[in-house]
C-alpha cells in the first residue's frame, strides 16, 4: 500500500466523506477462538448441525437456510441465527477506531453480529437501520432502530408506502442522526432480524436495481463518499450486488482490504466499481492507517487498546 493511498483514506475519514463497509471477516481480529461465526462457511456448518439438509446444499448458507425455513418452519431458521450470534464479543480496535471519528455520518455493516452497535454506545445521535425479512414483516425493507432498541415510529414510512412511494423512506427522527449504522443483512441485535434465506435475497433482489430496499438516509449519505471495504470478499454475485448496489451513485474512488489474491471476478468487479486493492493483512492495515502520534492526539487509538 502506497503512502499515499494511506493519506488519502485517513483524510477522507477525518473529513467524513469515508463510509467504513465491514465484512464477516472483521471478526477474525478478535482472536481465534471466536465464538460466533466470523465466516459464511461456518455459520451454515452451525445451521446444518441443527438440522438436517441434503448434502449437495449443505455449504450453501442461503439455501440451507431455505431448506430449513421449508422444512422447519421460519422460526427456526431465526432462532439457529439468533443462537449463532448471541454470544457477547467486545468490540475489536477497528471497531473502537471508527466509532471515536469525529465525523461519521454512516458505517455498513454487512453481517450478523452486534460489534459495531457495542462500539457506537457512548456516541452522541446515532441510530441503527437493520435490513428485515419479507417472511416476517412483509411490506417492510428495513426497520429503524434507537440505540436502546427502541423502533422508530414508520409511520411516516408506512403513509408513504400507502401512497406508492418506496417503504424505505426514513421517519424524520432517523434522517436527522449524525451517524447511521446500516446493517443491511440485519443483525442478532437488537431486534434478531435476519436476512439469510433465498427468500429473503430474492425479495430484495427484484428490488435492488431500482434502490427500493436501499434506506433512504443511505442513498443520501454516499452522494459523493468514497467506500472503505474491510473484512469482505466480492467472490460471489450475491456479495458484488450488495456492494455495488449500496455504493450505487458514490464517488468515483473506493479502496479495499483484500490480502487474498483476488478471484477472477473480483478483479473484475474491483476494476468496474474503481476500488483500490489494499494488499495486506486487515490488522497490518489498521496499525498503519493508525499512526501513534496522531492517535495520541485524539485519543481514539488509545481508547481503542483499552
Not at 436502546?148 to 414508520?154: H, L, Q
Not at 483476488?262 to 486487515?282: D, G, H, S, W
Request: hydrophobic share 45%; net charge neutral; aromatic share 8%.
Amino acid at each position: 500500500m502506497s503512502q499515499g493511498s494511506i493519506e488519502a483514506i485517513r483524510s477522507a475519514l477525518g473529513a467524513g466523506t469515508l463510509i467504513p463497509y465491514l465484512g464477516p471477516s472483521v471478526l477474525a481480529l478478535t482472536g481465534d477462538d471466536c465464538p460466533v461465526p466470523t465466516s459464511a462457511d461456518q455459520l451454515v456448518a452451525r445451521l446444518t448441525a441443527k438440522a438436517s439438509v441434503p448434502h449437495k446444499i449443505r455449504n450453501n448458507l442461503s439455501a440451507a437456510a431455505q431448506f430449513i425455513e421449508n422444512f422447519k418452519h421460519r422460526k427456526t431458521v431465526a432462532k439457529a441465527m439468533a443462537e449463532a450470534f448471541d454470544p457477547k464479543v467486545p468490540p475489536t480496535v477497528l471497531h473502537r477506531f471508527f466509532a471515536a471519528q469525529p465525523k461519521l455520518p454512516l458505517l455498513v455493516h454487512a453481517w450478523y453480529d452486534d460489534l459495531p452497535q457495542q462500539a457506537l454506545a457512548g456516541r452522541p445521535s446515532w441510530g441503527i437501520v437493520q435490513g428485515v425479512s419479507q417472511s416476517e414483516h412483509f411490506g417492510n425493507w428495513v426497520h429503524y432502530l434507537r440505540p436502546d432498541g427502541t423502533r422508530v415510529d414508520a409511520g411516516a414510512a408506512a403513509t408513504s408506502a400507502a401512497e406508492g412511494m418506496p417503504p424505505a423512506v426514513a421517519p424524520v427522527e432517523a434522517a436527522n442522526w449524525a451517524t447511521l449504522l446500516y446493517q443491511p443483512l440485519g443483525s442478532v441485535r437488537p431486534a434478531a432480524n435476519f436476512l439469510v434465506s433465498d427468500t429473503d435475497y430474492v425479495e430484495v433482489l427484484t428490488e435492488i436495481d431500482i434502490q427500493t430496499p436501499i434506506p433512504e438516509p443511505v442513498q443520501n449519505i454516499r452522494r459523493g463518499r468514497h467506500f472503505l471495504f474491510l473484512g469482505c470478499r466480492f467472490a460471489n454475485q450475491l456479495e458484488r450486488t450488495f456492494a455495488r448496489q449500496i455504493m450505487k451513485r458514490s464517488s468515483d474512488k473506493h479502496w479495499a482490504v483484500l490480502p487474498d489474491e483476488p478471484t477472477r471476478n473480483e478483479a473484475r468487479f474491483l476494476v468496474e466499481q474503481n476500488i483500490e486493492r489494499i494488499a495486506i493483512p486487515l490488522d497490518k492495515f489498521i496499525g498503519d492507517l493508525v499512526q501513534p502520534r496522531e492517535a495520541t492526539a485524539n485519543g481514539a487509538w488509545m481508547a481503542a487498546q483499552h
